[in-house]
């Protein structure tokens, strides 16, 4: 029937259809992991204007016998179904729905997949027989400009000014990614309070916030777990907030060992450190009984090592880090 390649043109399709003329299956072709979540919310949304049941599946588990089964055997009293077929391109036969499509008179199939790959001809058959969106054509510069113009509306329903060049500005930090992009503007208008625009100051000053709370995760991540993921956050300038960090869960885990050894009590023992949570504290407390005391006497000593070979000239605090935690296991 019909092949789109803009969104705007195809949810205007939608919605000259709602409620009563609706093609029977839809294919939605979308790259991006978000966008196309974003895209089957609102699809299922206008179709909500009509009675239907709505019925999920994944490509990757599903088995076409269960996807068509309300198709092929409905009861008498349910309502008509929306099949919503997530990474379609990944169930293995679709030859039983290919034969279907052309002769569906009842229910609608929403596929929404990543790529053409693995579709098996099943593009072909909806495109004759309903309706085909293929964003995957879509040019980096429509994209960036299409991404823009999101964050754009999310600050204009907040009454909130953003300058094209702070958008632009994050875009390059975000390195286009749609998802990170929409959480930072929502984090941004938050921390804006009631400005009424937002600022490279404002981008600024949440960056360094979430850098903050990513180094001091990592921090947890290393003293109590023994693992590292920093190599995705971490920068060199970084290198002594993170020492900063990790002192402080290691002091931690020796003033628990101490109170421990000490037999006080849970209840004084929340009073000693107010601003925990009771299940974090427990947590740390079970954890620092199980390494016991020597295993942060060691790590405070690593640590003012690592941080005298930095001071000394060693610049790869990569593998300080990596040196840190190696000792710290033995």
Known sequence: MVKYNDPLSFFRHLQSASPDH????????VPDDFDRQKIKKKIISIFSSKKIEVKFFSGEEA???DIISDLTNPSLFSEEPLIVVD???KLKDKTVLK?????????HFIFLCSSKTGLQGIDKTVEKHGIVFDFSTEKPWVKK???EKSLLHLAKKESVAFPKEVVEYLFARMQGDPSLLEQEVKKLLVYIGDKKNITLDDVHAVGAMAKEASLWQEAEKMVW???RAVHKIFESSHFFSLIAALRFQLSLGKKLCFYTEQNISFSELQKLFPKMWPKALEKRKAQAKDLGLSFFDKGISYLYEIELFSKDGVQHHLLLLDYFLARLCI
């Open 22 to 29: 609706f093609c029977r299956s839809y294919l939605v072709i």
């Open 63 to 65: 088995d076409p016998q």
């Open 87 to 89: 990474y379609f391109e």
């Open 99 to 107: 034969k279907l499509i052309p002769s569906m008179s009842w229910g």
């Open 145 to 147: 400009e299409r991404i």
């Open 225 to 227: 777990e023994q693992k």
